[in-house]
Protein backbone atom coordinates (compact mmCIF):
# COMPACT_ATOMS: atom_id res chain seq x y z
CA UNK A 1 0.00 0.00 0.00
CA UNK A 2 1.14 3.32 -1.06
CA UNK A 3 2.11 5.64 1.90
CA UNK A 4 3.17 9.25 1.91
CA UNK A 5 4.26 11.03 4.76
CA UNK A 6 5.64 14.53 5.38
CA UNK A 7 8.00 15.70 8.06
CA UNK A 8 10.15 18.32 9.47
CA UNK A 9 7.51 21.35 9.88
CA UNK A 10 7.35 23.79 12.63
CA UNK A 11 7.32 27.35 13.96
CA UNK A 12 9.53 29.66 12.53
CA UNK A 13 11.34 33.52 12.36
CA UNK A 14 11.60 35.44 9.06
CA UNK A 15 14.34 35.16 7.76
CA UNK A 16 14.70 31.51 9.08
CA UNK A 17 15.07 27.62 6.99
CA UNK A 18 13.31 25.13 7.50
CA UNK A 19 13.73 21.54 5.38
CA UNK A 20 10.80 19.18 4.80
CA UNK A 21 11.21 16.04 4.09
CA UNK A 22 8.76 13.65 2.07
CA UNK A 23 9.21 10.02 2.77
CA UNK A 24 7.50 7.64 -0.19
CA UNK A 25 6.89 3.57 0.31
CA UNK A 26 4.92 0.98 -0.92
CA UNK A 27 5.79 2.56 -5.04
CA UNK A 28 8.32 2.34 -7.18
CA UNK A 29 9.88 5.98 -6.10
CA UNK A 30 11.77 6.06 -9.18
CA UNK A 31 9.17 6.77 -12.12
CA UNK A 32 7.29 8.97 -9.63
CA UNK A 33 7.27 12.50 -10.24
CA UNK A 34 6.91 14.17 -6.22
CA UNK A 35 5.86 17.78 -5.56
CA UNK A 36 5.01 19.95 -2.82
CA UNK A 37 1.64 21.92 -2.02
CA UNK A 38 0.76 24.23 0.67
CA UNK A 39 -2.91 25.20 1.70
CA UNK A 40 -2.90 28.26 3.66
CA UNK A 41 -6.48 28.82 6.17
CA UNK A 42 -9.19 29.81 3.67
CA UNK A 43 -7.34 29.51 0.82
CA UNK A 44 -7.04 26.92 -1.97
CA UNK A 45 -4.28 24.36 -2.02
CA UNK A 46 -1.45 26.04 -4.04
CA UNK A 47 1.47 24.13 -6.59
CA UNK A 48 5.07 25.15 -4.32
CA UNK A 49 7.49 22.61 -6.33
CA UNK A 50 7.37 19.84 -8.20
CA UNK A 51 10.54 17.55 -9.04
CA UNK A 52 10.72 14.65 -12.16
CA UNK A 53 11.46 11.15 -11.60
CA UNK A 54 15.06 11.43 -12.65
CA UNK A 55 15.60 14.44 -10.43
CA UNK A 56 17.23 16.64 -12.96
CA UNK A 57 14.18 19.15 -13.63
CA UNK A 58 12.20 21.01 -10.92
CA UNK A 59 9.43 23.56 -11.42
CA UNK A 60 8.92 26.42 -8.83
CA UNK A 61 6.01 28.46 -8.06
CA UNK A 62 6.82 32.24 -8.35
CA UNK A 63 6.21 33.03 -4.99
CA UNK A 64 9.26 30.97 -3.88
CA UNK A 65 11.69 31.47 -6.68
CA UNK A 66 14.92 32.01 -5.58
CA UNK A 67 14.35 31.10 -1.96
CA UNK A 68 13.10 27.19 -2.02
CA UNK A 69 14.93 24.04 -3.39
CA UNK A 70 13.24 20.52 -4.15
CA UNK A 71 16.04 17.74 -4.37
CA UNK A 72 15.53 14.07 -4.52
CA UNK A 73 17.80 10.80 -3.23
CA UNK A 74 16.08 7.95 -4.88
CA UNK A 75 18.10 5.86 -3.01
CA UNK A 76 16.20 6.99 0.44
CA UNK A 77 12.60 6.97 -1.58
CA UNK A 78 12.97 10.29 0.12
CA UNK A 79 11.67 14.08 -1.63
CA UNK A 80 12.96 17.54 0.37
CA UNK A 81 12.41 21.30 0.13
CA UNK A 82 15.13 23.37 1.45
CA UNK A 83 13.23 26.64 2.79
CA UNK A 84 15.08 29.36 3.36
CA UNK A 85 14.48 32.98 3.84
CA UNK A 86 10.95 32.24 5.04
CA UNK A 87 8.46 34.60 5.33
CA UNK A 88 5.12 35.29 6.85
CA UNK A 89 3.33 34.80 3.65
CA UNK A 90 4.93 31.10 3.31
CA UNK A 91 3.10 30.01 6.82
CA UNK A 92 0.49 26.89 5.61
CA UNK A 93 0.17 23.50 5.39
CA UNK A 94 2.57 21.54 3.61
CA UNK A 95 1.67 18.68 1.71
CA UNK A 96 4.03 16.35 -0.25
CA UNK A 97 2.16 14.68 -3.41
CA UNK A 98 3.46 11.55 -5.76
CA UNK A 99 2.01 11.25 -9.40
CA UNK A 100 2.49 8.21 -12.26
CA UNK A 101 3.26 11.84 -14.86
CA UNK A 102 7.06 11.49 -14.33
CA UNK A 103 7.47 15.14 -15.56
CA UNK A 104 7.63 18.31 -13.85
CA UNK A 105 4.11 19.16 -13.20
CA UNK A 106 2.29 21.75 -11.27
CA UNK A 107 -1.56 19.99 -11.44
CA UNK A 108 -3.07 18.89 -8.28
CA UNK A 109 -5.46 16.42 -10.50
CA UNK A 110 -2.29 14.49 -11.72
CA UNK A 111 -1.24 13.77 -8.08
CA UNK A 112 -2.03 10.25 -7.43
CA UNK A 113 -0.94 10.31 -3.79
CA UNK A 114 -1.08 12.34 -1.14
CA UNK A 115 0.48 12.74 2.57
CA UNK A 116 -1.14 13.88 5.37
CA UNK A 117 0.66 17.46 5.50
CA UNK A 118 3.13 19.24 8.01
CA UNK A 119 2.13 22.24 9.70
CA UNK A 120 4.57 25.74 8.97
CA UNK A 121 4.47 28.64 10.60
CA UNK A 122 6.89 31.65 10.12
CA UNK A 123 6.21 34.84 12.48
CA UNK A 124 6.81 38.22 11.99
Known amino acids: QAQVAESGGGSVQTGDSLRLSCAVS????????VAWFRQAPGKEREFVAS????????RYADSVVGRFTISRVNAMNTVYLQMNSLKPEDTAVYYC?????????????????WGQGTQVTVSS
Open 97 to 113: AASWNGGVINTRSAFNY
Open 26 to 33: GLPFTVYA
Open 51 to 58: IDWTGDRT
